[in-house]
């Protein structure tokens, strides 16, 4: 599932927002209301402020999760740009239907297909068709036009991981946390989902734990570790022998695992 960057919408949001304000006549100070409740001295200013476009008024109902407005809007749109149509598709799929947003991925790649967001997005619709080789190979081009992205090698690592395919997995983990050492804390981006299944959700986490362990956040490697232990994907005993994790033993955090863990 892809999720909104509401950094970028913000400022369309915030566009509307004074629009509609202005338009209702709602200020936070100031005196001299005339008939209509709007101050005599800013009605010729409400008058001359500029209306949202569909684009703008289509980006603040995605950010309040009216997703079907906000559909109807970016429909409005007389010539769609490439963040248009990908825009569209977000608000689709979170609307989970895949068809539409698949429609829409591919409308922006059309138009633009250099759109790295739109390549991303289109890989997490086919992740959510358990496609996942497909999926995999959006991811990969994604990042081939982003190599920056944080995001798009995180999506790869966690579907190389459910394929089975840890060592490259790993390595695409490994990237997302030297781009952005905040990657798995949590996104309003477009990332996948972890994974619904038990061995599934301990695979992701012991790579996580290995990643951050490697990286030097060792707190949060492990957290990751103790989640993949009780997901049953791995035992205390695998981890003190996996030299991935040689690091990791020496803090008091993963002392407290070890004892932890031979109380159970």
């Known amino acids: 599932m892809c999720r909104i960057d509401r950094r970028r919408l913000l400022p369309a949001f915030a566009l509307v927002a004074s629009v509609v304000c202005e338009s209702l006549g709602v200020y936070a100070q100031g005196s001299g209301r005339n008939a209509s409740g709007i101050p005599a001295r800013r009605q010729t200013i409400a008058s001359s402020r500029p209306q949202a476009t569909a684009e703008e008024l289509g980006d603040s109902l995605l950010i309040r999760r009216r997703y079907q407005q906000a559909i109807a809007e970016y429909g409005q749109?007389?010539?769609?740009?490439?963040?248009?149509?990908?825009?569209?598709?977000?608000?689709?799929?979170?609307?989970?239907?895949?068809?539409?947003?698949?429609?829409?991925?591919?409308?922006?790649?059309?138009?633009?297909?250099?759109?790295?967001?739109?390549?991303?997005?289109?890989g997490t619709a086919y992740e959510s068709m358990d496609e996942d080789r497909t999926a995999g190979r959006m991811y990969r081009e994604a990042l081939k036009l982003d190599p920056r992205s944080a995001i798009i090698a995180r999506n790869l690592g966690t579907n190389l991981l459910m394929r089975h395919k840890y060592q490259e997995g790993l390595e695409a983990y490994r990237l997302a946390l030297k781009l952005d050492p905040h990657i798995f804390d949590g996104h309003s981006a477009s990332t996948i989902q972890d994974p619904t299944s038990l061995q599934g959700r301990g695979a992701v986490n012991y790579f996580k734990a290995k990643s951050c362990a490697q990286a030097g956040q060792m707190r949060s490697a492990v957290a990751y570790l103790r989640m993949a232990i009780m997901e049953g994907f791995t035992s205390i005993g695998k981890v003190t022998e996996d030299h991935g994790f040689a690091a990791l033993r020496g803090t008091s955090d993963f002392q407290r695992l070890v004892a932890e863990s031979k109380e159970q």
């Open 77 to 122: 749109v007389s010539r769609k740009s490439s963040d248009v149509w990908d825009k569209m598709g977000i608000a689709y799929e979170l609307m989970f239907d895949v068809k539409g947003a698949m429609h829409c991925f591919k409308q922006s790649l059309r138009v633009d297909p250099d759109n790295a967001q739109a390549v991303n997005n289109l």
